[in-house]
């Protein structure tokens, strides 16, 4: 007689097949890809977005600069003068998205001006914005 070779069974839920390396490889590169869709979308957001928020602040100081001149008579020296007096609230922002100074001009009796440096944070460059010109647009 012969002798029987004995089969093995593999018996369910002992040995699970996981994934491989390569799929798990695959998923990252994915993941990555999709990421880096979104941040092309989204990092031209934030430039525009802290320029508005820097327009918002400005008109505000804008607003407490007017007041100060009706009651002072004269030009504020800087943000921080406005907060001193009262017109601007200490919780308000006094620099730019980029965490420069406001400029204030105040020239004759029209509406003072206000200015931010922009990205680069010199006043007097292509980039700043302007109160001035912030009601053309």
Same mark, same amino acid.
């Given at each position: 007689?012969?002798?029987?070779?004995?089969?093995?069974?593999?018996?369910?839920?002992?040995?699970?097949?996981?994934?491989?390396?390569?799929?798990?490889?695959?998923?990252?590169?994915?993941?990555?890809?999709?990421?880096?869709?979104?941040?092309?979308?989204?990092?031209?957001?934030?430039?525009?977005?802290?320029?508005? &928020?820097?327009?918002?602040?400005?008109?505000?100081?804008?607003?407490?600069?007017?007041?100060?001149?009706?009651?002072?008579?004269?030009?504020?020296?800087?943000?921080?003068?406005?907060?001193?007096?009262?017109?601007?609230?200490?919780?308000?922002?006094?620099?730019?998205?980029?965490?420069?100074?406001?400029?204030?001009?105040?020239?004759?009796?029209?509406?003072?001006?206000?200015?931010?440096?922009?990205?680069?944070? &010199?006043?007097?460059?292509?980039?700043?914005?302007?109160?001035?010109?912030?009601? &053309?647009?």
């Amino acid at each position: 007689m012969k002798p029987r070779r004995m089969r093995r069974r593999s018996r369910p839920g002992l040995a699970s097949p996981g994934m491989t390396l390569v799929e798990i490889m695959i998923v990252v590169i994915i993941m990555a890809l999709i990421a880096t869709g979104v941040a092309f979308a989204v990092i031209p957001m934030l430039g525009e977005a802290r320029s508005t &928020q820097t327009s918002t602040d400005m008109r505000v100081i804008q607003g407490a600069v007017t007041l100060y001149m009706v009651h002072h008579g004269n030009c504020p020296e800087s943000v921080s003068a406005l907060v001193e007096d009262g017109r601007l609230s200490s919780s308000a922002r006094s620099t730019d998205a980029w965490n420069n100074e406001f400029t204030i001009i105040c020239e004759g009796e029209i509406e003072p001006v206000i200015v931010s440096g922009g990205p680069d944070g &010199q006043v007097g460059s292509e980039d700043d914005i302007r109160t001035d010109q912030a009601s &053309q647009e």
